[in-house]
């Protein structure tokens, strides 16, 4: 079954770098679009940045220049670099990908305070 299992979250200060994970099974992956969303308390879900198949990117325009999604098809891995890190970053990142269905990860929480 597919699985997507998320990674690398935590309490980071602002002006902090983290880098997320998302370590993916039971499809084919290197054949797959995949996304981070992300969702703070008492937001709606937002997509953060996409990576197409072919490796073709896209990010939210307000995280430009900050975040960067790449991603290692031999781990059958996604990633998101995330630097300069604001509170208003704080949520849970969400992996999530579309092979016939939706499928989610369980996120992982990303805090930014001092």
């Known amino acids: 079954q597919v699985q997507l299992v998320e990674s690398g979250g935590g309490l980071v200060q602002p002006g902090g770098s983290l880098r997320l994970a998302c370590a993916t099974s039971?499809?084919?992956?290197?054949?797959?679009?995949m996304k981070w969303y992300r969702q703070a308390p008492g937001k709606e879900r937002e997509l953060v940045a996409a990576i197409t198949s072919a490796g073709s990117t896209d990010y939210a325009d307000s995280l430009k220049g900050r975040f960067t999604i790449s991603r290692d098809n031999v781990k059958n891995t996604v990633y998101l670099q995330m630097n300069n890190l604001k509170p208003e970053d704080t949520a849970v990142y969400l992996c999530?990908?579309?092979?016939?269905?939706?499928?989610w990860g369980q996120g992982t929480q990303v805090t930014v305070s001092s």
């Open positions: 039971g499809f084919a992956f290197s054949r797959a679009d």
């Open positions: 999530n990908t579309v092979v016939f269905s939706t499928y």
